[in-house]
C-alpha cells in the first residue's frame, strides 16, 4: 500500500479545512506530510491560530493534547497513535505537583510561581493553571525565569530538572538559591532563600547524551562545534559550545559556514534531517539517540487517522475534560501572553 499517495489524496479532498502539524523529532517521511513544522512552542503556537477546523498532531500525546486544550469551538484534534506519551510528561501528577508546591510556599520567603514545560499532562497544566502559574518551552525558559525572578518571585520549575539547572546556569544563578524536589520530597533542606526548586525528572532521550561522548567528539575533531538541547545534563551543556532550544540548534545549523563539523545531542531524527539539508557541513549527532514515541507516528498511521477523521468513534481523536481544557489553556494562553510581552519590551 502506498501510503503516501493516501495521505495527498486526503490532504488534498480536504483543503484548508484540515491542518496537519509535525514536531521537528517526526520521521522523514511523516514529516514530509507537514503543513507546518516546528518545536513545541511554534505547535502550540499554530495551533491556537489555526484556522482549520482539522487539526491532525504528529508528535507526543501531551502537544495533541495542547491543541485540543488550545481548540475553538467546532475545532478538533487527531493524533495518529494515541500512544504515543512522553516519559517526562508521566513523571508527574497533579497530586505531587500540588504536595511539592505546598511544601515549598511553606519554606520560601517569596511569592512562589509554578513554571510547568510544555512536556505534561493537561492534567498537571491545569492544576498549575489554578495555582497561578504557566507553561514554558526550551526557547522561553530562560526569559520566563528571568522575569518571574525580576519580580522578585521564587520559581518552581517543573517536570524537567536539566531544563530547569541549565536555564538556572545561564542566568548565573548561585547555587545556593536552587534546590530540587522530587516525589519523595527535596533533595536537600528548602531554605527561604531558595529561587528556583525545580522537579527531579528527565527525557531519556537527552540524558543519554554523557560528558564523555563531548570530549570524545573534541578528541576527534578538534576544530568541531558541539550544540546540544537544554534537556541534557548541566555538565554535557556546560561542556558543549552551544546549549540551546531545538529551534536553537536549527538556528545554528542554518548560520554555520560550510565546512564547519558540527556534533548535534539531541533527537536523531532531527539530527539526520540536519545533516542532508546542510551537505556542505559535516553534521554527526554527539550519540545516536531517538525518541521512541516520537517514532510511533508512521505514515500508515496517519493516513489510517486522515481515513477515519470524520467517524465520530474515531480512535484517532484527542479529547480533554472541559474544565481541564480550560485550565490547561490558561496555563498556555498565559506563557504565549507573557512570551510576546517580554519580547515587545526589549
Ligand atoms: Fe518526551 Fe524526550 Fe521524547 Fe521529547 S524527546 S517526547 S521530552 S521523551
Given at each position: 500500500?502506498?501510503?503516501?499517495?493516501?495521505?495527498?489524496?486526503?490532504?488534498?479532498?480536504?483543503?484548508?479545512?484540515?491542518?496537519?502539524?509535525?514536531?521537528?523529532?517526526?520521521?522523514?517521511?511523516?514529516?514530509?506530510?507537514?503543513?507546518?513544522?516546528?518545536?513545541?512552542?511554534?505547535?502550540?503556537?499554530?495551533?491556537?491560530?489555526?484556522?482549520?477546523?482539522?487539526?491532525?498532531?504528529?508528535?507526543?500525546?501531551?502537544?495533541?493534547?495542547?491543541?485540543?486544550?488550545?481548540?475553538?469551538?467546532?475545532?478538533?484534534?487527531?493524533?495518529?497513535?494515541?500512544?504515543?506519551?512522553?516519559?517526562?510528561?508521566?513523571?508527574?501528577?497533579?497530586?505531587?505537583f500540588q504536595s511539592a508546591l505546598d511544601m515549598?510556599?511553606?519554606?520560601?520567603?517569596?511569592?512562589?510561581?509554578?513554571?510547568?514545560?510544555?512536556?505534561?499532562?493537561?492534567?498537571?497544566?491545569?492544576?498549575?493553571?489554578?495555582?497561578?502559574?504557566?507553561?514554558?518551552?526550551?526557547?522561553?525558559?530562560?526569559?520566563?525565569?528571568?522575569?518571574?525572578?525580576?519580580?522578585?518571585?521564587?520559581?518552581?520549575?517543573?517536570?524537567?530538572?536539566?531544563?530547569?539547572?541549565?536555564?538556572?546556569?545561564?542566568?548565573?544563578?548561585?547555587?545556593?538559591?536552587?534546590?530540587?524536589?522530587?516525589?519523595?520530597?527535596?533533595?536537600?533542606?528548602?531554605?527561604?532563600?531558595?529561587?528556583?526548586?525545580?522537579?527531579?525528572?528527565?527525557?531519556?532521550?537527552?540524558?543519554?547524551?554523557?560528558?564523555?561522548?563531548?570530549?570524545?567528539?573534541?578528541?576527534?575533531?578538534?576544530?568541531?562545534?558541539?550544540?546540544?538541547?537544554?534537556?541534557?545534563?548541566?555538565?554535557?551543556?556546560?561542556?558543549?559550545?552551544?546549549?540551546?532550544?531545538?529551534?536553537?540548534?536549527?538556528n545554528e545549523v542554518e548560520k554555520a559556514r560550510?565546512?564547519?563539523?558540527?556534533?548535534?545531542?539531541?533527537?536523531?531524527?532531527?539530527?539526520?534531517r540536519l545533516s542532508k539539508a546542510r551537505q556542505?557541513?559535516?553534521?554527526?549527532?554527539?550519540?545516536?539517540?531517538?525518541?521512541?514515541?516520537?517514532?510511533?507516528?508512521?505514515?500508515?498511521?496517519?493516513?489510517?487517522?486522515?481515513?477515519?477523521?470524520?467517524?465520530?468513534?474515531?480512535?484517532?481523536?484527542?479529547?480533554?475534560?472541559?474544565?481541564?481544557?480550560?485550565?490547561?489553556?490558561?496555563?498556555?494562553?498565559?506563557?504565549?501572553?507573557?512570551?510576546?510581552?517580554?519580547?515587545?519590551?526589549?
Open positions: 500500500m502506498n501510503w503516501d499517495s493516501e495521505i495527498t489524496r486526503h490532504k488534498k479532498a480536504r483543503g484548508r479545512d484540515m491542518l496537519i502539524l509535525a514536531h521537528y523529532y517526526q520521521r522523514d517521511d511523516v514529516f514530509a506530510h507537514a503543513d507546518t513544522s516546528g518545536d513545541s512552542y511554534a505547535l502550540a503556537v499554530s495551533a491556537s491560530r489555526a484556522q482549520a477546523r482539522l487539526i491532525v498532531f504528529c508528535g507526543v500525546f501531551f502537544m495533541a493534547e495542547s491543541a485540543a486544550a488550545l481548540a475553538r469551538e467546532g475545532q478538533e484534534v487527531f493524533i495518529p497513535d494515541q500512544e504515543a506519551g512522553c516519559p517526562l510528561a508521566d513523571m508527574i501528577d497533579p497530586e505531587q515549598i510556599t511553606r519554606h520560601i520567603r517569596r511569592p512562589v510561581v509554578p513554571l510547568l514545560y510544555i512536556n505534561s499532562s493537561a492534567r498537571v497544566k491545569a492544576a498549575v493553571a489554578r495555582a497561578g502559574g504557566m507553561t514554558c518551552t526550551s526557547s522561553n525558559a530562560e526569559l520566563l525565569v528571568r522575569a518571574i525572578l525580576a519580580e522578585d518571585g521564587a520559581v518552581f520549575f517543573l517536570p524537567d530538572k536539566n531544563l530547569g539547572l541549565n536555564t538556572a546556569r545561564a542566568l548565573g544563578l548561585p547555587e545556593h538559591e536552587i534546590a530540587v524536589i522530587g516525589p519523595k520530597g527535596p533533595t536537600s533542606a528548602l531554605a527561604p532563600d531558595h529561587r528556583l526548586i525545580v522537579w527531579d525528572g528527565f527525557c531519556n532521550v537527552h540524558v543519554r547524551f554523557s560528558h564523555a561522548d563531548v570530549l570524545r567528539a573534541r578528541s576527534a575533531y578538534p576544530y568541531s562545534r558541539i550544540l546540544v538541547h537544554p534537556e541534557c545534563a548541566p555538565k554535557v551543556a556546560a561542556a558543549a559550545d552551544y546549549a540551546g532550544s531545538t529551534r536553537g540548534i536549527i560550510a565546512g564547519e563539523v558540527l556534533f548535534i545531542g539531541t533527537e536523531l531524527n532531527l539530527v539526520r556542505d557541513l559535516k553534521i554527526l549527532p554527539l550519540r545516536e539517540s531517538g525518541c521512541v514515541n516520537m517514532n510511533k507516528i508512521t505514515p500508515e498511521k496517519l493516513a489510517a487517522a486522515l481515513r477515519t477523521i470524520d467517524d465520530p468513534e474515531s480512535p484517532y481523536r484527542v479529547t480533554v475534560e472541559p474544565d481541564i481544557a480550560r485550565l490547561s489553556g490558561v496555563s498556555l494562553e498565559r506563557m504565549i501572553e507573557r512570551v510576546e510581552r517580554e519580547r515587545s519590551a526589549v
